[in-house]
């Protein structure tokens, strides 16, 4: 057919060489996905099962990541989200309805127990707290309509590593399903299926990201009912994650082990370097007994990464642990984490309900890929002038 220029924009006889083959998977857009006839035509969420039906499921280009991250932590399936908080409320959305009872450590990370206290709430869900260290002990905090136990282990800040078995075994002689927020370990060194987990997540945004410049989250299920129960819901709920950021994503993933060696390294030579120092009382990281829960992560975890807190001796005010984040001059100032540029974020916790009584003399450290002499050499300098 004789097509006007016009329709050429649209639909082109243009021809390439076929064959072209390249190490890295293809970005792949679109909204619109095209059926062969009009019978085949259906919108159906499960990719897998029933073909490309719909960009909002995901491109090939999600699904690859996809089953990456769900070959790393040995699950069943994965979805992946726009972000991590993202992540955090569809699960809730998929498995919490009115009448439920949901139980969150105090440790966890604050839009998660935000989203608990302003969305669940408003929609008939009770929300309980536990405290991180709780263990076996979590069952005085069970009620008869406990439905969902959330773990973040280490947790958010403050570190506590969890008992995670233990939390898993109680939750399951109850029914109830156990969500893990498994985004410090990078979904590598911390395999929480084996550790009685139904439903991890993570926020790709960090360590499989790895760059600071992109934002997605992954929910893994262990099982074929809970994947079914979830994307049903995320299809509703309608959260489609960009095929760009994805193909960030699996080229920050080819790098994952070897920024994680590295950065691991330079955080441990940090963290003990800085728990000999006298101006600090307290080094909160999970590979050092000073972190509570340290006997956990040496039973269950293969190895750490780069975010660490310190807690400042009792005599230091907020303006003098203020001082100390603004006067380093490597590491930055700013949230999100597990990027290659070092960070550092001071937390006050006077009056926040169920957190250790540490004032505003913590700061949480995240250690990316600079030469760690040099990032020694800077925190030495913030911290002789905080004497001074
Ligand atoms: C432990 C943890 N979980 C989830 C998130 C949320 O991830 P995102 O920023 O991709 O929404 C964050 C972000 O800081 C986090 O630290």
Redesign the pocket.
């Known amino acids: 057919m004789a097509k006007n220029w016009k329709t050429k924009l649209i639909h082109s006889d243009a021809k390439i060489p076929e064959g072209f083959r390249s190490l890295s998977v293809g970005v792949q857009r679109g909204s619109t996905v095209l059926f062969p006839d009009a019978a085949s035509v259906k919108d159906e969420w499960d990719q897998y099962e029933v073909g490309y039906t719909y960009g909002l499921y995901g491109t090939p280009t999600t699904l690859e990541l996809a089953s990456r991250v769900c070959e790393l932590e040995h699950g069943y399936r994965t979805l992946i989200t726009p ?4 992540a ?1 409320s569809l699960i809730n959305l998929a498995f919490l309805k009115a009448g439920d009872h949901v139980l969150i450590p105090e440790s966890v ?1 604050t ?2 127990r935000k989203f608990a206290v302003h969305v669940l709430r408003k929609f008939g869900v009770e929300v309980g707290f536990y405290p991180p260290e709780a263990g076996s002990g979590i069952t005085t905090h069970f009620r008869p309509n406990t439905r969902m136990v959330w773990c ?1 282990s280490p947790g ?1 800040i403050t570190l506590e590593v969890q008992d995670v078995p233990a939390i898993a075994e109680a939750a399951h002689q109850r029914a109830a399903l156990v969500v893990i ?1 498994n ?2 370990s990078a979904g590598v060194h911390f395999d929480a299926f084996a550790h009685g987990i139904d439903i991890t997540m993570q ?4 360590y499989i990201g790895g760059h600071s410049d992109l ?3 992954s929910i893994t299920t262990r099982d074929e009912k809970a994947w079914r129960q979830l994307g049903a819901t995320q299809q509703l709920v309608g959260c489609a994650a960009s095929p760009d950021d994805c193909s960030l994503a699996l080229r920050g993933m080819k790098s994952l082990a070897v920024r994680l060696r590295a950065i691991e390294q330079a955080a441990l030579e940090l963290a003990r370097w800085l728990s000999e120092r006298p101006e600090i009382e307290r080094v909160l990281h999970p590979a050092l007994p000073s972190c509570p829960g340290h006997e956990f992560w040496k039973r269950d975890f293969t190895g750490s990464t780069g975010v660490f807190s310190i807690v400042f001796q009792s005599n230091f005010s907020k303006a003098q642990v203020q001082g100390f984040v603004n006067r380093l001059e490597l590491f930055k100032i700013g ?3 597990a990027g290659v540029t070092s960070l550092a974020v001071a937390y006050d916790f006077h009056g926040t309900p169920g957190r250790p009584n540490y004032g505003h003399r913590v700061v949480r450290l995240n250690i990316g890929l600079e030469d760690a002499g040099d990032l020694q050499a800077d925190l030495g300098r913030a911290l002789a002038a905080m004497a001074s």
Do not use: M, R
């Open positions: 972000g991590g908080q993202c955090i990370y839009p998660n973040e958010s927020d985004t410090w926020a790709l945004t960090k934002l997605l989250g949230y999100s984490w």
